[in-house]
């Protein structure tokens, strides 16, 4: 019997299925932990998933409409975007929040790592609070044609809750941050 923290399964081959520079697809032959043959699939992103809940000091929070090519749906989502490996995360963060909302902020919080799919992926997201905002010009990138709405916070909590909001790492954010608020950490 295995140790549960060691790797039950075994590997037998891997094959890379497809490549670009974001993603990276290989199949892996293996066994798995009840001894019997298989395949696992990988996707491993080459970015971090980043996202910012940025706060005023009045408690409104900024969200970013766009459409979203994958999902054939228009979706409401905080500042997000990818930052790579090899780059702070807080470095990416401040560019995101910056190109998406115009928005600088001040005072920075990491409140989340998390992992958005790993039964496929291993795609890490880091979700960060920002305060002390100020408004500058946005920069969104050539594939971005984005909205932005500025609202009250419990107005994007009641969003998430009757399920306007369905982006995970927005979703994440803002119960986090709800329950920080409720418990006199925000």
Avoid at 42 to 53: R, V
Wanted: proline content about 6%; cysteine-free; aromatic content about 8%.
């Amino acid at each position: 019997m295995h140790h549960p923290t060691e790797n039950p399964w075994q590997i037998s081959s891997e094959k890379e299925i497809y490549d670009n520079p974001w993603i990276n697809v290989t199949e892996y032959q293996v066994i798995n932990p009840a001894g019997k043959p298989g395949i696992y699939g990988k996707l491993h992103y080459k970015n971090l998933a980043i996202g910012i809940l940025p706060l005023d000091e009045d408690m409104n929070t900024y969200l970013v409409g766009q459409y979203r090519f994958v999902l054939d749906q228009y979706s409401w989502e905080m500042p997000e975007g990818g930052g790579p490996l090899r780059t702070d995360p807080l470095e990416s963060a401040k560019r995101e929040l910056l190109e998406e909302t115009g928005l600088k902020a001040g005072e920075w919080t990491e409140i989340q790592r998390m992992h958005l799919s790993n039964s496929v992926s291993d795609e890490l997201a880091i979700i960060y609070i920002a305060r002390g905002l100020q408004q500058f010009d946005p920069e969104p990138e050539d594939t971005e044609q984005l909205i932005i709405n500025k609202v009250p916070f419990i107005k994007a909590y009641e969003m998430v809750q009757n399920g306007e909001i369905t982006d995970s790492l927005t979703v994440a954010a803002i119960l986090k941050a709800r329950l920080m608020q409720l418990e006199n950490r925000l």
